[in-house]
């Protein structure tokens, strides 16, 4: 069995304690800007653009993480409605979703091509989460089913969210080797899928896909409750997501031989987001 003996606070300062967690997804955000940021530069897209997109992704992937969080825990904040504004719980899901939903709407207000912006930032959606990830690693809050499988995780701190001196299945662990592994897959997509937007879409049905299936090791506990019975939340998205990328990536996507621009329009300035 693996030991998991880290303190999850990083920093005490009084009463004030922050978690490995808050950093690692601090540290996940950066990566996805810069990533946006360098393949930006590359496309001679606007960068300005990106911040923008970037600070409104922030906001609606926050919002969206907590929103999808406090419904799969609601029975707790109903019997606790105050801790609804904590922001202590956060769902990958909701923050996916959310952060997409914001960016189309500032590319809308903005005038940039959302499509493309999609397609460069997917690769470091990817890293972004599997670092982010290692922040749920430490904290423990997304601990796994108890196993008797040898790379088990054993959470021993008193600061931790898992169950303690129980050997669980590392499921976190999971979804961070698979986002690695699709991170190069859609990096080796970049500029062979057109229209713009289909990298994107790739991104989140294979994303999926996978979840679905790492969602079941994760306990049931760590996810909040059961929805129809069988299917925990995180699946029941999955599915939707699912359902809905597949069928357009085969009506719309084609591959591109040579390899080309991520743009549609690459002679149009106002499409590369250069006001």
């Known amino acids: 069995m693996i030991d998991i003996g880290i303190n999850p ?14 950093i690692m997804t601090a540290l996940a955000i950066l990566t996805v800007v810069a990533w946006t940021v360098r393949a930006a530069v590359k496309m001679k897209f606007s960068k300005d653009f990106v911040y923008t997109a970037g600070v409104w992704a922030i906001v609606g992937g926050i919002l969206g993480a907590r929103l999808v969080h406090v419904i799969d825990q609601l029975d707790y904040y109903t019997v606790h409605p105050g801790e609804i504004f904590s922001f202590e719980g956060l769902a990958i899901y909701g923050a996916i979703l959310g952060a997409t939903l914001a960016v189309w709407i500032a590319s809308m207000v903005h005038k940039f091509q959302f499509a493309a912006l999609a397609d460069m930032a997917a690769p470091g959606i990817l890293l972004g989460q599997a670092v982010g990830r290692v922040g749920c690693t430490i904290n423990g809050c997304c601990y796994g ?29 999971y979804e961070m080797l698979y986002d690695l592994l699709l991170f190069g897959v859609v990096w080796k ?50 599915l939707l997501v699912t359902m809905v990328t597949i069928p357009v990536l085969v009506a719309r996507t084609r ?17 590369r987001g250069n006001a």
Do not use: C
Not at 9 to 22: C, D, K, N, T
């Open 255 to 271: 591959w591109v031989k040579h390899g080309g621009d991520l743009l549609d329009n690459p002679g149009a300035d106002s499409a």
């Open 189 to 238: 997509l970049q500029g062979k899928l057109k229209p713009s937007g289909s990298v994107f879409l790739v991104y989140l049905a294979l994303y999926s896909i996978g979840r679905f299936f790492i969602a079941s090791t994760r306990d049931p506990g760590s996810q909040g409750t059961l929805l129809g019975g069988w299917l925990m939340q995180a699946q029941i998205i999955a």
């Open 145 to 173: 089913q108890p196993t008797t499988l040898p790379w088990g995780l054993v959470y021993t701190n008193p600061n931790t969210y898992a169950p303690r001196g129980i050997p669980t299945e590392p499921a976190v662990v």
């Open 9 to 22: 606070i990083a920093i005490s300062l009084g009463s004030l304690s922050v978690r490995w967690y808050s």
